[in-house]
Every structure is written in C-alpha cells, then in structure tokens.
C-alpha cells in the first residue's frame, strides 16, 4: 500500500479561488445556480450518482470513492447547505442542480491569490535550497525529497513553518472562541476583517472536489481506486513500494492528464510512505472500531518520512 500526499492542498486550493469582497446577499424562491457568485446554496444533492458518472468516455465507479458532498463521504440524503465549488462540481459531473436558496456575494475577486503566491514561492525555494527542485521527476524526485531533511535540518524546520502557516491561515478565516468570555458572548476574532468563514468553506470545499476530480481521473485512466483517502493522503494498493510502481502514466511517460503527478509544487504529490497488506491487517487487529490507515502510514515513522 502506498501513500502519496498533495503538497500544501489548501494553499493550491486557495489560488485563482473567487471569493466575496462584499456582504452577502439572501437568495429566495429557488434561484438559479451561478458558479460565478461564491456563498453558500442551500440544494438537494441526493440524486447525484456518482456510480453512473463518464470520464473520458468511460464510466467510473465512483460508489467505490467517497462522496465529496457530505462530510463524512456518504451520498447525500436531502437538502444541506453546499458552497458554490461544491454545487459547481455535481455540475460539472453533468448532474442538474435547483437550490432552494443562497446566500452569495455578488462583488468578488481572487483575495487570497497573493497570499498564495508568497507562500509557493517560499516553499518552492526552500526545497530548492534541500536539493529538491521543480525540474526533478520520477525516482529522481522520489531520491531528493528522502535526502533533504538531511541536507539541511534547518531549512527542514522552515519547510514545516511555510507548511504551517499555509494550513493555520486557512483555519484563522473561521477561528473559533478560546474561551475569552462567555460562550453566549462575542469573542474578539469576530471583530476581524479577515474573521471570513465563507472563505474558509470555499477553499475547503475546493479542496475536496479538487481531490475527488484527480480520483475520479487516476480511476477512468487504469481502473485504480483508493484504499484509504485522508484529508490530503491517498493510499493505493500497488504491486511494488513506490509511487511509480503504482500512479499511471500515458505511453509517452508522462502523467494522466489530470490525475495525480509527481513533483514539489503545490498541488502536486509526494511519497508519505508505504506498508504491506499485512501490516495493515495488524493494525485493524491491534485497534479494532473504524479508523483511517492513511493517517497511520503518514505518522508512523517506520512507514515513510514521518510527518
């Protein structure tokens, strides 16, 4: 089983997002669906079958993948509140949608662009500074990215600081009360400008329809699905213990277009590390109850690079 992970997943889905620059607006009466206006639709999802969706000409089973329009990656039963790349993905998979209402904001722009590029840069450079640069693929990646914690300790550190901050940028649109005053009380972070749980949803939300559109591709191109997906880490079963024995590729050698691809920048993978079947079959017996053996191979230190 081998576990790739996307680099800085929030911060890639952060860039070129459209987001509001204003308050919002109440939509009634069943509004159309404009992918152009972001805010949060209130839509019955539930008819959407993703066992019946085509990806270049072939069908996919996506019963076989979790659903990217509930929390917990089960269909969805009846209407629930869905942010507009969410809405615009079942779309996007063909599906016809008819929200109930909306609240949207109609005056909007790429705010959090900047932001982004500041941080790729910075994490692209520091990995340069270890060894690991954009011009590197395959076993040459796979090498670099297992030597350069080594290369220097220090700029490992602020690899993991630039990683940091990406993730804890994200997560402040939305922070939540610490217990200040009275939870029946306003808590200071709602005086902030940048207080913007709407925000939040939405590179959260295009996030998860980003990762679904790469399983959904990688499943068209060579019949592969997942065993375990975490927030960012994808778990495949594979006849060898590297991400080339497993990711597919086109016959001229390069990646399936749209799918996942080797490499350091954001968005792109890397190796989280790889376990045996029956080590996992140690796992479920050693714990018991559900749990997500792709966290366990991205924490264990036996298991990869134990981040």
């Known amino acids: 089983m081998v576990a790739v992970d996307l680099n800085m997943s929030f911060a890639a889905a952060a860039n070129g997002l459209t987001v509001g620059l204003n308050g919002p607006t109440h939509l009634t009466g069943n509004p159309r669906f404009d992918a152009s206006l972001p805010g949060s639709w209130l839509v019955d999802l539930s008819h959407v079958d993703l066992s019946r969706v085509r990806i270049n000409d072939r069908t996919v089973d996506g019963d076989r993948l979790p659903s990217p329009f509930t929390p ?9 509140w869905h942010a507009t790349p969410t809405v615009a993905y079942a779309v ?19 705010y959090l662009d900047a932001w982004y590029k500041r941080l790729r840069d910075a994490y692209v450079e520091t990995m340069a500074d270890m060894g690991v640069t954009t011009d590197l693929g395959g076993q040459e990646f796979l090498d670099a990215m297992a030597r350069r914690k080594q290369v220097d300790p220090t700029m490992a550190l602020l690899e993991t600081a630039i990683k940091a901050t990406a993730k804890g940028g994200i997560g402040k649109l939305r922070q939540r009360s610490r217990g200040q005053v009275p939870y029946y009380e306003p808590y200071p972070a709602l005086k902030r400008e940048t207080w913007r ?7 959260l939300a295009n996030q998860r329809v980003g990762l679904h559109r790469k399983l959904m591709k990688t499943a068209a191109a060579a019949d592969l699905y997942p065993v375990s997906i975490g927030t960012d880490a994808i778990v495949y079963p594979s006849s060898g213990p590297s991400p080339l024995d ?13 799918g996942f691809r080797l490499g350091v920048s954001p968005g792109m993978v890397k190796h989280q590390g790889t376990q045996t079947v029956l080590w996992a079959e140690q796992q479920f017996e050693e714990r018991g109850g559900v749990f997500n053996i792709s966290n366990l191979i991205k924490t264990d230190q036996s298991a990869g690079e134990g981040e």
């Open 246 to 258: 497993v990711l597919p590729y086109t016959p001229e050698g390069k990646p399936v277009p749209g």
């Open 197 to 203: 749980p709407d925000i939040r949803a939405a590179v």
């Open 72 to 80: 917990k990656g089960d269909r969805p039963e009846g209407p629930a």
């Open 92 to 110: 996007e998979l063909g599906f016809d949608v008819a929200p109930i209402k909306a609240y949207v904001r109609t005056q909007t722009g790429r």
